[in-house]
């Protein structure tokens, strides 16, 4: 299957920006509908965003809509996260997934449906 390696987290100020990345190999990356989830400290794993295999599709949590942007090249397998106007809550661990989807269109929204992780990178935000 799949192995996924994130990258791309810091300490950043309120405001700022950063830009992880999630490098898969083993398995063909483009097979994989992608996510993004994070986990804060004393809080139970939640989602972020997912794009479908293509790309063309993506889904954002209402907590980071028109901040943070999914993108993927599958060319390179790998998946992007975009985060901008960057906030003390959005502290946290940030890991990517892979799941098997149905179609090259379609978005995985469920934390269960993801059967592949990556080790998690961690993102600090200060105030």
């Known amino acids: 299957q799949v192995q996924l390696v994130e990258s791309g987290g810091g300490l950043v100020q309120a405001g700022g920006s950063l830009r992880l990345s999630c490098t898969a190999s083993?398995?063909?990356?483009?097979?994989?509908?992608m996510g993004w989830f994070r986990q804060a400290p004393g809080k139970e794993r939640e989602f972020v965003t997912a794009?479908?295999?293509?790309?063309?599709?993506?889904y954002y949590a209402d907590s980071v809509k028109g901040r943070f942007i999914i993108s993927r090249d599958n060319a390179k397998n790998t998946l992007y996260l975009q985060m901008n106007s960057l906030k003390p809550e959005d502290t946290a661990v940030y890991y990517c997934?892979?799941?098997?989807?149905?179609?090259?269109?379609?978005?995985?929204?469920?934390?269960?449906?993801?059967?592949?992780w990556g080790q998690g990178t961690q993102v600090t935000v200060s105030s």
């Open positions: 997934a892979a799941a098997n989807a149905p179609g090259r269109i379609v978005v995985i929204t469920s934390t269960d449906r993801y059967r592949v």
């Open positions: 794009i479908s295999i293509g790309g063309s599709n993506t």
């Open positions: 083993g398995q063909t990356f483009s097979y994989y509908a």
